[in-house]
């Protein structure tokens, strides 16, 4: 056998498994099903966000005040020209939550991208190297964490000035410290495990041993983490575009549609609602998106959710025979 034939051999090997492994995963998420609504929530709104020039019907910032304040369609004065109801300057407000999809999901991914990425390195020196520089970098933490976050936020957007880069740039300074410190225990319970000494010891680089050896062990953990960080920075920027910190027109958020909104409040409840129940449904769909992985993610949580579901099956009777109650002769 040749070896070009043995390493197509192998690469089909590897492609099966992959898809028994892909296979299983998608029966899992099936057979969860707050898991599977959360997944396919959080795919609809990745959809939504990248194809909002194809989906919104209006111009987010085309104004037409013959058209203002006008209700949802399925009221008695609304119009299918404007299915979820026009603003104060008679703007789609479908067309703004739909590119409002696009700035959330955006400022979130490069959020957490930024401030995973430098925490899980501050926390991966910090737990292997000890010493000097662990105490460094944890007391830089606890200084950090120490001062209020949204102070520091309001404090640089208002000298530096309010944009998507320096609502991302905050957002990301006011937030690495979580992963610094959950690395650093992670990287502290396997520091004296067989597989990293063995890796000292045939003369791996602390480099090596740090991202070749340690990294790829925490990914489930923070990964998860990295979910549950991204439907919080989804709030914060819809709190700082909310107190006027945050997307400036004429971009559109759904924070900044709230406080434009919120003067019309009672005559225009539409304004308000739509888009605070868009943030609801994305902070919704990730939080049980997160949920599911470190379900799957833990095999403790999975022996206990087994346990569960075998108990339900004998509640229902398919365990055991459920014993006839004897009438007396």
Not at 43 to 71: F, G, I, N, T
Not at 116 to 140: E, K, P, Q
Not at 198 to 220: D, K, M, Q, W, Y
Not at 274 to 297: C, D, E, F, K, Q
Request: proline residues 5%; aromatic residues 8%; glycine residues 10%.
């Amino acid at each position: 056998m040749g070896r070009g034939t043995y390493t197509k051999i192998m690469l089909g090997g590897h492609r099966r498994e992959r898809l028994l492994a892909l296979r299983g995963l998608a029966l899992e998420l099936w057979r969860d099903k707050t898991g599977f609504m959360g997944v396919v929530l959080t795919a609809a709104l990745v959809c939504m966000a990248l194809a909002a020039p194809w989906l919104a019907p209006h111009d987010p910032s085309a104004q037409d005040l013959r058209a203002r304040l006008k209700p949802p369609a399925w009221t008695v004065q609304g119009t299918w020209n404007h299915v979820l109801g026009s603003d104060h300057l008679g703007r789609d407000v479908l067309s703004r939550v739909i590119y409002g999809s696009r700035v959330s999901l955006l400022v979130g991914a490069a959020v957490v991208l930024l401030a995973g990425t430098f925490g899980v390195v501050m926390g991966l020196i910090a737990g292997y190297r000890g010493g000097r520089t662990d105490n460094f970098i944890m007391r830089w933490i606890d200084t950090q964490v120490a001062f209020p976050g949204l102070l520091l936020a309001l404090i640089i957007l208002a000298v530096i000035g309010p944009s998507m880069l320096t609502v991302i740039i905050v957002l990301a300074l006011n937030g690495w410290m979580v992963y610094g410190r959950m690395t650093r225990g992670a990287v502290l319970a396997v520091r004296q495990t067989a597989y990293v000494e063995a890796a000292e010891i045939v003369g791996c680089s602390g480099r090596r041993v740090i991202f070749r050896h340690i990294l790829p062990n925490l990914t489930s953990p923070l990964l998860t983490l990295g979910i549950l960080e991204f439907a919080r920075i989804v709030l914060a920027e819809a709190a700082l575009s909310f107190l006027g910190l945050g997307i400036q027109p004429p971009a559109t958020s759904w924070g900044l549609d709230v406080a434009t909104g919120k003067d019309y409040i009672f005559r225009a409840w539409w304004l308000v609602t739509m888009p605070g129940v868009a943030i609801s449904v994305t902070v919704l769909a990730v939080n049980l998106v997160a949920s599911w992985m470190r379900l799957i993610s833990d095999p403790q949580e999975r022996e206990k959710q087994f346990a569960r579901q075998v108990a339900a099956r004998k509640r229902r009777g398919r365990g055991f025979p459920v014993p006839q109650e004897v009438t007396p002769q």
